[in-house]
Every structure is written in structure tokens, then in C-alpha cells.
């Protein structure tokens, strides 16, 4: 066991001034918590006030490995986090799995703080489920943004608000489409009765006087004047019983006809309803997602964090902006772009 320190590595100071981008670098550390000291090489990408940014692909057991300037072998930052996404804009060019690597320098710490270690690991556990969460929101953008249709498969085992959103969504797609109605079928009898000169059922006698003078005017009832004799009778009753089953014919044919122009504009009418439906389930299947883009971090106060996990949950933040903002921008498109299309 160490009792006192000999032989540390010294850290730099000004490291802006004294390092440049594309200088090389190491990362040693534990890889993967293997137990073994491992020796990563890469450039340094970039720097900034507080971070530098490397190319040397470290992973998770390199947590707090020394970045070393391999020029003057010198610490030059702390291998911190890596942001494993980059999302300018939820279309089908977007990307997801840009990988950066970043380590916060030590010159420009301003102040070292003590904490206790349960508070900081409550801390570190709520960065990680808001991480969590993000990952489930890029899972469920691939997945849309692939093939255009949401696979439940791939979402069970996520964040749970998501996974219920993308239930609720796809149990609104399950409603079979509308049938074709069948037109209604035509009563014979009741439009025989129309043209017979009777009286109907629930028909006033204002009602019945108007019809069977319509009636007399077809030739429905026979001629108006008296017939001279029985023979001349009989035929202006055969007349009338032809011109009655004629008008008979034309208001069955005509009632058909109608019957089926009304099937299917019953039809349109509910094809058209079930297309808004789905429609509808698409926008608020969007505007959920934009609303749970959010619900986890807007109560989160970041003064009440260490410097170290808020900026962590700064840039979760800033992620999850960009995510609601696009989201809520798709669910207003009502034309043709790829994004309103998926299934």
C-alpha cells in the first residue's frame, strides 16, 4: 500500500497555449475494468475552457484516467464522458452515432469540492437515468426513421413513458379499416303503395289530396272524364295499371340507384374519418414524444448539483430542447414529408 505520493504526473498549466490540436495523446486507465493497466493513443480534437476534446477511443474503467500530452508528458485533463450522438434535425439524414470524447482539464478548476460520496452517487444515479432516457429517445428515432414503421420489439425494455406512448400508438393503428356498407335494399311494396291512389300510413289527408293529384297528372288513376261504356273503362283502368307499374319500375330503379350512391358516400365518409383517426394518432403520438422529451428534466435544479454531473445534465438538456422542438415541428406537417408517413 502507497502511504505517500512519489513520482506523480505533473499536470499542465495554460494548457490552451501549450497544447495544439492534432498534438498526440495517451489515455491510461482501466479498460472495461479488466484489472489491467491499459495504454490508449489518439489527437486532441479539440479545447476548450474547461474540456478537451480526443480522438483516443477510451471506454467505460478509463472513467478519471490521465490525458497525457505525450510531447512533454504532462496531464493535460481527466477522461470524463463521451457523447455517443449528434442530432441536427429528425429527418433521414440525421445522425446518431458520432461518437466524441471529451476530458475535463485540471488548470482551470477554480475550486476543488469536498463531497460526501452517497450525495454524489445519488447524484450520478439521476445523470444516468436522464441518460437512460435519452438513449431511448434515439432507439425510438432510428426506429422511425429506418423504415418509417415503429417496432414494439425494440421498446419494451426501455424508458417506461416511452414504451406506454408507443403502445397507446399502436393500438390506435390496429382498428380494422371500414367496410363497404351494403346499400339498402329496395321495398317494392312500399313504393307500389306510393303510386296506388291509396291512402297512407301516417300520410294527412292534405298529404294524400297532393299525391293523388300528381298521381292523375302521370296517368296513374286514369283520365279525369267519365268513360262512355264498360269497354272504354276497362281500358283507361288498363292504362292506368301500366302507367302505375311503369312509374313503379323508374322510382325502384331510381331507388337503387340511391341506395348505393349512398353506401358510398358512407363509405368515403368513414374511410375518410378513419384516415383523419390515424392522422390524428400520428400527431399525438409526436406530441408525446415532444412532451416526454422533457418531463424528466424540468423540475431538475442544477445549482443543486456538483459542477462535474450538471454539466452532464447540461448537455442532456440541450439535447432534449433540440428533441422537443423537432418533434413538435413534425406534428404539424399535413403533407407528403417521410416523417408523417410511418406506420
Known sequence: MQDSIQGGLEVMQQVDKNVSIGDDVLVLGNSQGSGVVTEISGKV????PELVEVDAKFVAGNSGSPIIHVKTGKVIAIATFAVIRKLDTLGKDSQFTEIRRFGY????????????????QKE???????ERKSESLIILLRDIFDDGIVN????????????RCVSEYLQSLDAPPPRMPTPKLVNISDIENRFSGEPLPNESGEEFLARRAKLAGQGALGPATLARDEDERQRFQEQAERRRAQLTREAARQAEVDARRNAEEEDQRARTNFALARQNAKVRFLRNLADEARSDIRSLNLDNFTDFHAKKLRNEIEFRAMVEKELKKLSTIQDTARVITFQ
Open 45 to 48: 480534437t479539440g479545447i476548450g
Open 105 to 120: 482539464r485540471l488548470d482551470t478548476v477554480p475550486k476543488w469540492e469536498f463531497r460526501q460520496w452517497d450525495g454524489f
Open 124 to 130: 450520478g444515479d439521476t445523470v444516468a437515468e436522464v
Open 152 to 163: 414494439a420489439r425494440l421498446h419494451q425494455d426501455g424508458n417506461a413513458a416511452l414504451s
